[in-house]
């Protein structure tokens, strides 16, 4: 069946610091990939998203890239601060990759 | 409503007992969709209605757990018969349409004990 799989399940970085997450999927019918942020106890809350019509997309200290030849998404957060700790959801739309733990250290 | 309200917010059930979870989704949203989240686990999709097209069905775990949508309205997620392993945070997210992100509720946190 279709999925999406996500990597790393965890990632620790110092502050300012870069973080990458990466994805990939494997509908070929699939052609908008968001990101969520879910703090602890809280609700996911979308970030960043991008459509296949993009390669890269940018917010602030955020970015998503996507390659449609090789199924691929990956999230960038650049300067990286203690609030961003977070656990970090890719998605095609509709399937979610499992997530991933992100500690930006003080 | 201002955003996607989800009730009850917390509910304790009896092994074996149904349960009713409720999803008002954000006024004007077609797609509506429910997710189940165990502790510590990522997002299992469940169920997913957009306007009056036949539901996708593809995510239920089993024949104990239905959802109904009339038009583009509230939502009810019923759990038959439940058991320990249907505890979990029940998510409920709508969009306006399907291909554009969601806004999640805060969920319902669900115990069967």
């Known amino acids: 069946g279709e999925n999406v799989e996500q990597h790393p399940s965890t990632l620790s970085v110092q502050e300012g610091d870069s973080a990458v997450i990466k994805c990939t999927y494997s509908d070929s019918a699939s052609n908008y990939f968001p990101w969520y942020k879910q703090e602890l106890g809280k609700r996911p809350q979308l970030i960043i998203d991008i459509r296949s019509n993009v390669g890269e997309k940018k917010d602030q200290r955020i970015a998503v890239t996507l390659n449609k030849t090789a199924k691929h998404f990956s999230l960038h957060i650049t300067e990286t601060q203690p609030e961003d700790s977070a656990v970090y959801f890719c998605?095609?739309?509709?399937?979610f990759g499992a997530g991933t733990r992100l500690t930006v250290k003080p | 409503g201002a955003g996607v309200s989800q009730s009850p917010s917390n509910k304790v059930t009896e092994k074996g007992k149904d349960v009713e979870l409720r999803c008002d989704p954000i006024s004007g949203h077609t797609a509506l969709y429910w997710y189940r989240q165990r502790l510590g686990q990522g997002l299992e999709f469940l169920i997913y209605f957009q306007g009056n097209s036949a539901p996708d069905k593809s995510g239920l775990p089993s024949d104990r757990f239905s959802a109904e949508r009339t038009g583009e309205s509230v939502s009810t997620l019923t759990i038959q018969r439940t058991q320990q392993e249907d505890s979990a945070v029940y998510l409920c997210?709508?969009?306006?349409?399907?291909?554009?992100?969601?806004?999640f509720g805060s969920g319902t946190r669900l115990t069967v004990v």
């Open positions: 998605a095609d739309p509709d399937l």
């Open positions: 997210a709508s969009s306006l349409t399907r291909g554009l992100g969601y806004t």
